[in-house]
Each structure stands twice: as C-alpha cells, then as structure tokens.
C-alpha cells in the first residue's frame, strides 16, 4: 500500500515572515523548489485566481512530459482557467479539489475532480489519495497563507522551507507564510545556507513528539 507523500511548503519570505509587500526573487525561488523533484505541486485557489489574468493571454506549450501533477484546492469552485493551466508547460495535467458543498461545476468542464470533505476540502484525505492514486511519493505546497495554515493546524507538514529576504514589506496588511494558523508548533532546523543578495535559505521539520 503507498505511503502518504511528503508534504513540503516552500516559501518566499521577507524578515517579518510576509509574502507580500515586497519582490522576491523568483529565479532563486524556482531554483531551490527543485530541491524536491515532487509528483505534485499543491496550490490554493487565490494562489491561481491572482494569475488567471496572465494565463488567459500566456503561451501553451502543452503539458509537460514527467512534470508534476498540479492540484488546486478550488473549495468554492472559482477557477475557471483550468486548459490554460494545463497547457502551461510546467505540469503534466492538473486536479481539481473540491468538497461535497462545493457549487455545480459547469456542463462539459473536462478538468479531473477529487471531491472530499463535505463544507471544506479535506486535505488529509487529499494527500492519502494522491499518494494512492496518483502514486505521489512528494507533494510541494506553493500557496499562500491561507492552505499553508490549514495544513500546519492539521499537522500535515513533514518540511517548511522558507527562503528569507533581507527586507521589510512595504504597506499594512502584509500576508504571512502561517496564515491565520494559531496552534502552538515547535520545528527543528536542519539546515540553513546564505546566498547572494543576503538571502537564507531554511528548512525545518516538525520537531519530535510535538
């Protein structure tokens, strides 16, 4: 029987903790997310909506032979970009995750569903079916904040890896990487680097007992 997969949430952050206010750098980003080879990249709907703009007039270069799976937590069923995501030329399909509440998708959408949860998607029951169906040994978690918490309060996460930026965020209301999570969590480190420009690089993992 497949194992569930590894769970790792990569993020770019500022001192503060934000992911926003501020320009990561997205080459360096991308470069260390291939850290992790995974089978799947698992996003959240505001993740994908703030990029629907783009992907409508973006290039297609179809989907990406071997590339990983890309799964959306779409609890509220509003993406709609779903061709334009797989055809993007960094994913070898996508996913579609809804709940049991989740509105009517509409008539003819070709895009694969997992549906589970009733109100909200259950990502507990979403990993141990990518690591049963999908055959997923690595899932990345690239979202905001929002995913991020709900997976850290489910005790989901197997790895944080946050590539900190030497600056504060501009303006008030700044996302941070945990969300709105609130449950107290202890992580051991297990490894850190300094990089050009004052970037580090760190990753932890939950510590043990928690």
Known sequence: MPKEPYVVAHVAVALDGATTGFAPDAARYYELAATWNEDVTLTGADTILAQEPALASAPRPGPADGGPLLAVVD?????TEWEALREA????????????DTPPRRAGRTVPELVTGRERVDLSAVLRALGERHGARVVRVDSGGALLGALLEASLLDEV????????PSGTGNRHWRGSAT??????????????????????????GR
């Open 75 to 79: 609890g509220r069923g509003r993406v």
């Open 89 to 100: 030329g960094h994913w070898s399909d996508v996913l579609a995750l809804h709940a049991r």
């Open 161 to 168: 890896s946050l590539l900190v930026h030497p600056c504060l």
């Open 183 to 208: 449950t107290p969590a202890r992580f051991d480190l297990v490894g850190s680097r300094t990089l050009a420009d004052g970037l580090v690089w760190s990753r932890y993992r939950p510590a043990a």
